[in-house]
């Protein structure tokens, strides 16, 4: 076959038709799709409403309880809370509206109901405040880079890494000096024993260490040394009269005297009669 022949042949070919159909079928396509985007957004707009409608009809039993105010705002709350959907908050306006929001936004941890708020001030706080929670709950100091407030910002990053901080990774972060105070603020604390903070010179960091401990327990016999103090007994020693019958046991179980050895004065001392199921306050069992 000569190209004259080749050329006559594909000329004679019905192109226009082609064309024509198949910009007529793109057509219809886009008119297809256009047309399910349009009866969806009826549909969301129909369940929008039948939703509001639901909420409203529900506020009618507000009439007459004692707040009738406070009623409907529970109502929308527990109902926006339940579907997810902002603009069941609609229903009420000006600052319980924004309340609403507000308070969804902390039930669900969800900073998208925020931007609802009208009131500027308490849109970026509440922003703020999901985005910190957010930080906290996932460890993540993503989630800190999205508040608006600069220094909420930096809190927020320090709160988290601090967090994230542990005796082996401290370096990274701090000077080996302040490494060292927060190991020996560790120890103090699972010892309960606030004497150990005193290698600590920085004065802070010391506060810091001692307030961590709070109330001590050097011996750990679950007598804090508030107690061991009123009651005279040493808080380095379990059993401060050595009677076999410790602290804990002498103050809070027995009620006998943690300072005598022998409570009842028969001869016999308070641990020897506990062993033996005897009572260490008088005669007969326990």
């Not at 064309?19 to 057509?27: E, S, Y």
């Not at 256009?34 to 369940?47: G, N, Y």
């Not at 707040?67 to 603009?87: H, S």
């Not at 988290?160 to 560790?186: A, F, P, S």
């Amino acid at each position: 076959m000569d190209s004259f022949t080749f050329f006559s042949r594909f000329s004679s070919f019905p192109w226009k038709t082609i064309v024509w159909v198949g910009g007529a079928l793109m057509v219809g396509i886009g008119c297809i799709i256009a047309a399910v985007i349009l009866v969806r957004s009826w549909q969301s707009s129909d369940s929008t409403q039948i939703l509001l409608d639901a909420v409203t009809a529900s506020l009618e039993s507000c009439d007459d309880a004692v707040n009738p105010d406070d009623c409907r705002q529970q109502i929308v709350e527990t109902q926006a809370n339940a579907t997810g959907e902002a603009v069941v908050c609609d229903v009420l306006t000006g600052d319980v509206r924004d309340q609403c929001l507000w308070s969804v936004a902390r039930k669900r941890l969800d900073p998208e109901f925020c931007e609802g708020i009208a009131e500027a001030t308490s849109n970026s706080m509440c922003w703020d405040e999901m985005h910190q929670r957010l930080a906290t709950k996932n460890k993540d100091t993503v989630y800190c880079e999205q508040m608006r407030d600069e220094q909420k910002v930096i809190a927020c990053e320090r709160a988290i890494t601090e967090k994230l901080i542990t005796t082996e990774n401290c370096e990274e972060y701090h000077t080996q000096e302040i490494c060292g105070d927060r190991l020996t603020t560790e120890t103090a604390v699972a010892a309960r024993n606030p004497d150990v903070c005193a290698v600590i010179t920085h004065a802070l960091r010391l506060e810091g260490c001692l307030e961590a401990v709070g109330i001590g327990d050097r011996d750990m016999d679950g007598v804090d040394e508030e107690i061991e103090r009123v009651r005279g007994t040493s808080d380095v020693d379990k059993d401060t009269d050595d009677d076999g019958l410790g602290d804990f046991e002498e103050i809070f179980d027995y009620k006998t005297d943690p300072l005598n050895t022998d409570s009842d004065e028969d001869g016999y001392t308070d641990g020897q009669e506990v062993a033996g199921g005897y009572n260490p306050l008088g005669t007969g069992k326990l």
